[in-house]
Nanobody, 117 residues
Framework: QVHLVESGGGLVQAGGSLTLSCAAS????????IQWHRQAPGKERELVAG?????????LYADSVKGRFTISRDNTKNTAFLQMSSLKPEDTAVYYC?????????WGQGTQVTVSA
């Protein structure tokens, strides 16, 4: 019933750009905040960016991506986005979309982003 499906990952050279999408279904999308997380090989999953449910509140970014990544959402399309530019090899990870409201949280399956030197 509940689905979060990430897409847009792939292989890109350092300095390049990718935009990830998170398509949601099976729940009231505009009631949920959206967060993007990533997990690199051998490392803990970390929060990358967050956006409030209506898209007009505060946006949060990890220091490592601030100025390079932009989180957004289109509630009319039940879709969230993560625009990534000036990519670095250290951005290589599986990126996950999370929908969050109180104690309710849903996760997507993730999409691989690989940045080559």
């Amino acid at each position: 019933q509940v689905h979060l499906v990430e897409s847009g990952g792939g292989l890109v050279q350092a300095g390049g750009s990718l935009t990830l999408s998170c398509a949601a279904s099976g729940f009231t999308f505009n009631h949920y905040a959206i967060q993007w997380h990533r997990q690199a090989p051998g490392k803990e999953r970390e929060l990358v960016a967050g956006i409030s449910s209506n898209g007009n509140g505060n946006k949060l970014y990890a220091d490592s991506v601030k100025g390079r990544f932009t989180i957004s959402r289109d509630n009319t399309k039940n879709t969230a986005f993560l625009q990534m530019s000036s990519l670095k090899p250290e951005d290589t990870a599986v990126y996950y979309c999370q929908a969050l409201m109180g104690r309710s949280a849903y996760w997507g399956q993730g999409t691989q982003v690989t940045v080559s030197a």
